[in-house]
Nanobody, 125 residues
């Protein structure tokens, strides 16, 4: 059984930093990609970043590129999202997700079949 548990959210002032964690349980040796999404109040869920298992390449939404870093520690079964230079518009519930189907890119919601429960990030101005 695949399970993802997101944590690390909180409140921070603009310009600050937070690191989100996503601990995963189950057989993950064959997963293709792991990613982060976010959903702000009144808005649709949007893709933030993806880390591809093969080669460890990463991909970021333009809105977070240069400020956020996605990484994975296999020894700790944890996916991270390091968020720097946070802005009020980064306020959202953040979700981690993964999938095992082979595909060229993982950027859309339906590219991911397994989701964590979400963790709230609030950035004040």
């Amino acid at each position: 059984r695949v399970q993802l548990l997101a944590s690390g959210g909180g409140s921070v002032q603009a310009g600050g930093s937070l690191t989100l964690s996503c601990t995963y349980f189950g057989y993950f040796d064959s997963n293709v990609c792991m990613g982060w999404f976010r959903q702000a109040p009144g808005k649709e869920r949007e893709w933030v970043a993806t880390r591809y298992t093969g080669g460890g390449t990463t991909d970021y939404a333009d809105s977070v590129k240069g400020r956020f870093t996605i990484s994975r520690d296999n020894a700790k079964n944890t996916l991270y999202l390091q968020m720097n230079s946070l802005k009020p518009e980064d306020t959202a519930i953040y979700y981690c997700a993964t999938d095992f189907r082979r595909r060229n890119t993982c950027r859309k919601e339906n590219d991911f079949g397994y989701w964590g429960q979400g963790t709230q990030v609030t950035v004040s101005s």
